[in-house]
């Protein structure tokens, strides 16, 4: 069925509210999941936000949990979820992100003990819509074998880049260091649905196209080794430096009572100290990319689906919204 960006917002805070989250907490995830919807990114959108709900009642998440935010450096936020959601803590500090980036030229945001982010573009392009340079990563349960090995060792461990361009959407740029995102995984396991080659091993550590063997093996790395170096660079800047749940340690975050505990990095740059042209240059470039040579710019795209996203609603599967909407309900029958 097709949704209004606004019915979706009130119908997942809504829902939110119901499965245990305060107002705030509430806001903060139906914001990033009615985002990622409308710029055509279902599998970490309201599908996705399912899992947050499920998440909450289970207490995964601790819908009550207030970020500890402080400030050890000039330029360095911390901030910990204390067993809640990702997203409220980098809302809280993000206009002090936005301004330290611009007084100091460079800002630090470093989150522990949170639950999975969904969306990591989220938090990248955001910054990059107020002229910032940006770099995010974060990690989670393990999923992913590590180079050489069979076993999960790392998470999806997605990197994000942002950067603003003159009179044009940002570049952004939001891909995880495996081949597939685990959601994908999951969704053609429960369709019954057969995975390509390169994907994922079983848990005897061979390669596999069944899904639901996938499921109980390990994902792969894109590019082998390559991409597993990613995924430890992630693991060690999102874990290794706030302190949070190495991906190994982190509780599975669909299943059991306690949190993954993941951390989330994230790394904000004035460019204007750089080069005061950057914007105009960035955007000259990624028009020869585009144009002369037919490169892909990442970033336009997922901003055009918003906009249209906003005038004209998305679609939305039935089964998604129903299950939204039922446990939406359960506010207003207490």
């Known amino acids: 069925m097709t949704i209004g960006m606004e019915e979706a917002l009130a119908l997942c805070e809504n829902a939110a509210r119901a499965a245990g989250a305060n107002t705030e907490v509430a806001i903060s995830l139906a914001r990033s999941a009615v985002a990622a919807e409308a710029e055509g990114q279902a599998s970490v959108g309201l599908a996705h936000f399912v899992d947050y709900l499920e998440a909450l009642e289970a207490g995964r998440i601790d819908g009550h949990a207030t970020p500890d935010i402080t400030r050890p450096a000039g330029a360095i ?4 979820a204390r067993g809640g959601a990702a997203h409220p803590g980098f809302d809280r500090a993000f ?16 989150q522990k003990n949170a639950f999975t982010c969904g969306a990591l573009g989220y938090f990248a392009g955001r910054l990059a819509e107020r002229g910032l ?21 790392y998470c999806t461990n997605p990197l994000a880049f942002a950067a603003p361009a003159a009179g044009v959407p940002p570049l952004l740029i939001d891909q995880s260091s ?24 079983d848990a005897a550590g061979n ?27 992630v693991e060690v800047l999102s874990a ?5 749940n190495w991906s190994l340690d982190a509780p599975p975050f669909a299943t059991g009572s306690e949190g993954p505990g993941t951390g989330m990095f994230v790394l904000a740059i004035e460019p204007k100290f750089l080069d ?14 585009s144009g002369e040579y037919g490169v892909h710019v990442p970033g336009r795209g997922k901003v055009a689906m918003r ?22 309900d359960q506010l207003f029958l207490r």
């Open 77 to 80: 936020i911390l901030s910990d």
């Open 95 to 110: 206009d002090d992100l936005v301004d330290t980036a611009r007084k100091f030229g460079v800002a630090i945001f470093s």
């Open 133 to 153: 340079v940006s770099i995010a990563a974060t990690n989670g349960p393990a999923l992913v074998a590590g180079a050489g090995g069979t076993k999960p060792v």
């Open 178 to 201: 495996s081949a597939t995102a685990f959601v994908n995984i999951r969704k053609a396991a429960h369709a019954g649905q057969s995975i390509p080659d390169g994907w994922a091993l």
């Open 207 to 233: 390669p596999t196209t069944d899904a639901s063997a996938a499921v109980k093996g390990a994902l792969l790395a894109f590019g082998g080794s390559r991409g597993a170096n990613i995924a430890l660079i």
């Open 240 to 244: 290794g430096l706030s302190g949070a």
């Open 276 to 289: 005061p042209d950057f914007e105009a240059r960035l955007r000259s470039q990624m028009d020869r990319l």
């Open 307 to 328: 906009q249209k996203s906003r005038e004209r609603g998305f679609a939305v599967p039935q089964p998604v919204y129903d299950e939204i909407a039922r446990r939406a």
